[in-house]
């Protein structure tokens, strides 16, 4: 069967735990197809961000041409957009997009804004032009924004969009308009392994919505798929700092037992 596309457009980590990389593997586990236009390469590892080059902005366009003029994407996932005129085209051609084929008929493709403004780490990931830029241009185009509690308190409301909001220990809150908020509880996993978690959490929501799922139901199972891929890595000693969340699943690592060791 023809799987969903969901198109991430964010930015590369070399480690492997956050951004592009995040969001294409937990697309690849859960059935759909991933697209993935490049923001901004930054130069990381698991304690820190050492540097943030955007991609040019015409690149980024012609990306984004060049994916939604081609293959039928249901929902567009954003992670790190690094500029404002980024976040501006982006929204533009958002607005113009259609979904051609696929479950979901001839509508624009849904939008899950992961707005990444400060890294785990606590580093900075988008200056105060950025910030403007999503509340102008993208934030009233969601259907779904996944700030933590500090982004949500800089994004503010008043945008239209659902949000859902995660993090600082509490269950994540799914607010829609003109609804009683809905608490999303998840098991909590004492781990520090967990470099990536805001982009596999936001890409699991993008990918359950894309095969179907409403909101509310994506939101629970994108909150399990997390604290389970965060259980998996746990006990693994990767990096000198923050390790990355898992993004293979135990039994993938039962299938190659041995072949490594
Ligand atoms: N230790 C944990 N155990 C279970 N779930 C967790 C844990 N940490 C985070 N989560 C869940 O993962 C999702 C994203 O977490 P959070 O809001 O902390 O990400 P973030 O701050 O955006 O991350 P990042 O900045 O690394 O991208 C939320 O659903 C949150 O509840
Ligand atoms: C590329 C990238 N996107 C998002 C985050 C947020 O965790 C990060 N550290 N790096």
């Known amino acids: 069967m023809t799987p969903p596309v969901v198109l991430a457009v964010a930015a590369t980590d070399p480690g492997g735990g956050a951004g592009l990389a995040a969001d294409l593997a937990t697309f690849a586990a859960l059935g759909v197809h991933g697209g993935c236009v490049v923001t901004a390469i930054t130069v990381q590892d698991t304690r820190g961000v050492h540097g943030i080059h955007p991609v040019p902005a015409d690149v980024v366009a012609a990306q984004l041409d060049a994916v939604l003029g081609d293959l039928p994407v249901a929902v567009i996932k954003t992670g790190m957009l690094a500029t404002p005129e980024a976040v501006r085209l982006l929204a533009e051609r958002v607005v113009l997009a259609r979904v051609t084929s696929g479950s979901r008929g001839q509508g624009r493709p849904l939008l899950v ?71 999303i509880p998840h098991a909590r996993v004492a781990t520090t392994n967990d470099h990536g978690t805001g982009c596999t959490h936001a890409s699991a929501l993008a990918a359950y919505l894309a095969l179907g799922h409403d909101l509310a139901t994506a939101a629970h199972r994108a909150a399990d798929f997390t604290s389970r891929r965060l259980a998996t890595s746990s006990t693994w000693d990767l990096g000198r700092g923050r390790g990355p969340i898992a993004h293979i699943s135990t039994s993938s690592m039962t299938e190659t037992e041995g072949v490594t060791a």
């Open 113 to 183: 804004v992961d707005p990444v403004l400060r890294a785990t780490t606590g580093a900075t990931l988008a200056d105060a032009a950025v910030v403007a830029a999503y509340r102008e241009h993208l934030l009233p185009l969601a259907t779904v924004v996944t700030p933590n509690a500090d982004e949500d308190a800089v994004l503010g409301r008043g945008h239209g969009a659902a949000v859902l909001r995660t993090g600082s220990g509490a269950p994540d809150v799914l607010h829609r308009p003109g609804r009683e908020p809905l608490d």
